[in-house]
């Protein structure tokens, strides 16, 4: 079945790093594009970065251009977000996700806290 696993989150102060990672299986992964959603506590959950299967396009949410990138490794089936300049108010848990069949497929998320 397909199982997406996020991993990398923490707590950093701001200005810091963090790269996130999502290992996926049971699907063929270089199909598809993949993406990277948030979720802050009280908020809806929101898109970051999306990467076409072949990791030639990527697209960002305005709040961070020039700070995050996406980026995948389609002969490991995983997708990585490094993120750059990390404010508090990226603090939220990371999803990664893709579309099947025109169904959502989501990791179990993983906490990202950005605070001094």
């Known amino acids: 079945q397909v199982q997406l696993v996020e991993s990398g989150g923490g707590l950093v102060h701001p200005g810091g790093s963090l790269r996130l990672s999502c290992a996926a299986s049971?699907?063929?992964?270089?199909?598809?594009?993949m993406s990277w959603y948030r979720q802050a506590p009280g908020k809806e959950r929101e898109l970051v970065a999306t990467i076409i299967s072949t990791g030639g396009s990527t697209v960002y949410v305005d709040s961070v251009k020039g700070r995050f990138t996406i980026s995948r490794d389609n002969a490991k089936n995983t997708v990585y977000l490094q993120m750059n300049s990390l404010k508090p108010e990226d603090t939220a848990v990371y999803y990664c996700?893709?579309?099947?069949?025109?169904?959502?497929?989501w990791g179990q998320g993983t906490q990202v806290t950005v605070s001094s």
């Open positions: 996700n893709t579309r099947i069949l025109w169904v959502d497929r």
């Open positions: 049971g699907f063929t992964f270089s199909n598809y594009p």
